[in-house]
């Protein structure tokens, strides 16, 4: 695989595509985030283009929309790789923790389940990505850093809870965020008492990406 270093800019239309397509899916994560039931219209509006543009890269809105949660599970993945190189246990988890929350990428699983049908290949992904955080809480486990009753269905709860964070200034949606993860975090690592109820099963929240009509 090419070093990204070495590999050589787009330059003219190619760029220009390049940079109409990372604008485009700016404006799609916005507009859908705030209202998934938007029209793609809305999505041309907000990112300056016309909507023949867009639908010269995007079939359609269910397209867009994978794209977008697509982009998000990949980001998810590429933090949950990274941390798993972290020697340190408990570091290599709440730095993963703290890289997703930054990403904001479960505010897409929040608003965007079930509004279009997730691709085979998006399937494998999740498989991937379920893997890698099983292990990462498995090490802080074994490590005696995270309470013995967590397991790595938490996870993506407690990902989504910083996620319904949200204010009109990004840089204190953060600023909240990174605290209430914080706090999350002092609750993880303590022992007693015991969480009540039984703990979140494999699998559990799929249904909410099955396609709702």
């Excluded at 793609?40 to 794209?67: C, M, Q």
């Excluded at 490590?143 to 910083?162: I, M």
């Excluded at 600023?175 to 969480?195: F, M, T, V």
Aim: glycine letters at 8%.
């Amino acid at each position: 695989m090419p070093n990204p270093i070495d590999t050589p800019p787009l330059a003219g239309r190619r760029a220009q595509a390049a940079r109409n397509d990372a604008v485009i899916l700016e404006a799609a994560r916005a507009v859908f985030l705030d209202d998934p039931k938007a029209p793609i219209a809305a999505v041309a509006e907000r990112a300056g283009v016309g909507i023949s543009a867009l639908y010269r890269r995007y079939a359609g809105k269910e397209d867009l929309l994978r794209k977008l949660c697509d982009d998000g599970l990949r980001r998810f993945i590429a933090a949950a790789e990274e941390a798993a190189g972290e020697p340190d246990d408990w570091a290599a988890f709440a730095g993963f923790l703290a890289r997703v929350v930054d990403a904001d990428v479960h505010s897409l699983t929040v608003h965007l389940a079930g509004t279009f049908s997730p691709t085979e290949e998006m399937g494998r992904a999740a498989v991937r990505a379920n893997e890698l955080v099983e292990g990462l809480v498995e090490r802080a486990r074994e490590a005696g850093r995270l309470r013995p009753d967590v397991v790595a269905q938490d996870v993506g709860l407690l990902l989504e809870a910083c996620a319904a964070i949200r204010v009109p200034d990004p840089e204190r949606t953060r600023q909240l965020r990174r605290r209430h993860l914080a706090l999350l975090l002092a609750g993880l690592a303590q022992a007693e008492p015991p969480l009540p109820g039984p703990p979140p099963a494999a699998g559990e929240f799929d249904w909410r990406w099955k396609r709702r009509e």
